[in-house]
């Protein structure tokens, strides 16, 4: 199993960024998925969930600014996020997991400046 994230990067505040992650390794449409991130010195945190059957869940920090989705046929799971803040800074990882399955990818770092 593999969860490989890209899309990260540097931007400044009010600007926005699509973070992708391919999957391969598992069945992925049985699966819920999932983006987290981990601020400097902080712990990892649910930024956005998308279940199997297509219902969704957000950190009340991001709602209304990020839309999680998925491509079953490409196996990719995405996060869009508008309107970056500063405490958006973080590194931002996909989740993929099931009741005896949890897999995460490497991260991508996202910097919001300013």
């Known amino acids: 199993v593999r969860l490989v994230e890209s899309g990260g990067g540097f931007v400044q505040a009010g600007e926005s960024l699509r973070l992708s992650c391919v999957v391969s390794g598992m069945f992925f449409p049985a699966y819920t998925v999932g983006w987290y991130r981990q601020p400097p010195g902080k712990q990892r945190e649910l930024v956005a969930g998308l279940s199997n059957i297509g219902s969704t869940n957000y950190a009340e920090s991001v709602k209304g600014r990020f839309a999680i989705s998925r491509d079953n046929l490409k196996r990719m799971v995405y996060l869009q996020m508008n309107s970056l803040k500063p405490e958006d800074t973080a590194v931002y990882y996909c989740?993929?997991?099931?009741?005896?399955?949890?897999?995460w990818g490497q991260g991508t770092q996202v910097t919001v400046s300013s």
């Open positions: 989740n993929a997991g099931r009741v005896a399955d949890d897999y």
